[in-house]
C-alpha cells in the first residue's frame, strides 16, 4: 500500500505532517496540500492554544484518547509532526480520507 506524502508509518504508530491554520472560522481537518494535511483551528496561535486545539481536534476525529495525540516537531511553527501512538495507519487513512470530511 502507498501511504500519502504526510502520513508516515512507524513502530507504535504514525507520524502525520501537517500544515495548521489558526484563528480559522471553524476547526477542521482539511485535505492534502503536497506532503501536509491542512488543519484549521479556531485558537489563536498564542500561549500553546493553537498547538493543544490541533492536538484534541486529531484525537476527536480519530476517536482515541488525547494521551495517544503527541506534536513531536513544530512547537512555535505553522508546520508541524504530530505522533499518533498505537493507532494504525488504516485507522488514520479511513477516519482522516478527505472523502469523509
Same mark, same amino acid.
Given at each position: 500500500?502507498?501511504?500519502?506524502?504526510?502520513?508516515?508509518?512507524?513502530?507504535g504508530?504514525?507520524?502525520?505532517?501537517?500544515?495548521?491554520q489558526?484563528?480559522?472560522a471553524v476547526?477542521?481537518?482539511?485535505?492534502?496540500?503536497?506532503?501536509?494535511?491542512?488543519?484549521?483551528?479556531?485558537?489563536?496561535?498564542?500561549?500553546? %492554544?493553537?498547538n493543544e486545539? !490541533?492536538? +484534541? *481536534?486529531?484525537? @476527536?476525529q #480519530?476517536?482515541c484518547?488525547?494521551?495517544?495525540?503527541?506534536l513531536?516537531r513544530?512547537?512555535?511553527?505553522?508546520?508541524?509532526?504530530?505522533?499518533?501512538?498505537g493507532? %494504525?495507519v488504516?485507522?488514520? !487513512?479511513? +477516519? *482522516?480520507?478527505? @472523502?469523509? #470530511?
Amino acid at each position: 500500500m502507498t501511504l500519502p506524502g504526510y502520513l508516515r508509518a512507524q513502530p507504535g504508530g504514525v507520524l502525520l505532517s501537517i500544515k495548521v491554520q489558526p484563528r480559522a472560522a471553524v476547526n477542521e481537518v482539511g485535505a492534502p496540500l503536497g506532503d501536509e494535511l491542512r488543519v484549521k483551528v479556531t485558537a489563536p496561535p498564542a500561549d500553546n %492554544a493553537a498547538n493543544e486545539a !490541533l492536538l +484534541r *481536534l486529531l484525537a @476527536e476525529q #480519530l476517536d482515541c484518547p488525547r494521551r495517544q495525540v503527541e506534536l513531536v516537531r513544530g512547537q512555535t511553527s505553522r508546520h508541524k509532526v504530530v505522533k499518533l501512538r498505537g493507532i %494504525a495507519v488504516g485507522t488514520v !487513512l479511513t +477516519r *482522516l480520507a478527505p @472523502e469523509t #470530511l
